[in-house]
């Protein structure tokens, strides 16, 4: 059964100030690992999608990055709008179902 | 171009009531998954529709159905409902073929069970 567990649950960080957000998985076959943003009361917002080991993908300040065990969210000199709940999911080549992590809830100080 | 509408946004019902949600997808999108998120289990899949047709089924009891319309609108329905049932509801669609497919997601419909 597919797997994916996401590190820290919660993250404090001052305006500026770099992370890395971690997503590590396992699968049968990968077809996909996707990156979700939430913002509350609101649905999952699809940010990335990564399909083999040493893809990257850039989007403003984010970067997402994908091996055979993990992904990272690199967030660089971040800002209080990136505050929210970042989800990790993962396909496999059975079917549609994505299965998620429980997030990490990403929390930016002016 | 709309996005995923799912309705009603909110519902309060009682204990063995039964609740129907309803969820139009992205034009042209012939998938349709649904997920129930709540604060201790986080997002987990119920079922996927693709031209009216269920494709898969995650673990959940009997009481949770759902159904497929021709224009691809979707239907989920929850009967006898229990306290536990109470959670953010999400629809997602997507193009439902090939490698590289991915899903959207409404506002979700957030159920309260009393």
């Known amino acids: 059964e597919d797997q994916v567990t996401q590190s820290p649950e919660a993250l404090r960080l001052q305006e500026g100030e770099s992370s890395s957000l971690n997503c590590s998985y396992t699968v049968s076959g990968l077809r996909g690992l996707f990156w979700y943003r939430q913002d509350p009361g609101k649905g999952p917002e699809f940010l990335f999608t990564?399909?083999?080991a040493g893809e990257e993908k850039e989007k403003e300040r984010l970067k997402a990055t994908l091996t055979k065990k993990e992904s990272f969210l690199h967030i660089t000199a971040p800002k209080p709008e990136d505050s929210a709940t970042y989800l990790c999911?993962?396909?496999?080549?059975?079917?549609?179902?994505?299965?998620f992590g429980t997030g990490t809830r990403l929390t930016i100080i002016p | 171009k709309a996005g995923v509408t799912q309705t009603p946004r909110y519902l309060i019902k009682t204990r063995g009531q039964q609740v129907t949600l309803s969820c139009s997808p992205i034009s042209g999108h012939r998938s349709v998954s649904w997920y129930q998120q709540t604060p201790g289990q986080g997002l987990q899949f119920l079922f996927e529709?693709?031209?009216?047709?269920q494709r898969n089924k995650g673990n959940f009891p009997g009481r949770f159905s759902g159904r497929q319309f021709s224009n691809s609108r979707s239907e989920m329905n929850v009967s006898t409902l229990e306290l536990g049932d109470s959670a953010l509801y999400l629809c997602?669609?997507?193009w439902g073929r090939g490698t590289k497919n991915i899903q959207y997601f409404g506002a979700g419909t957030r159920l309260s069970v009393l």
């Open positions: 999911a993962v396909q496999d080549f059975g079917n549609e179902k994505l299965t």
């Open positions: 529709y693709f031209s009216e047709t």
């Open positions: 997602a669609s997507s």
């Open positions: 990564l399909y083999s």
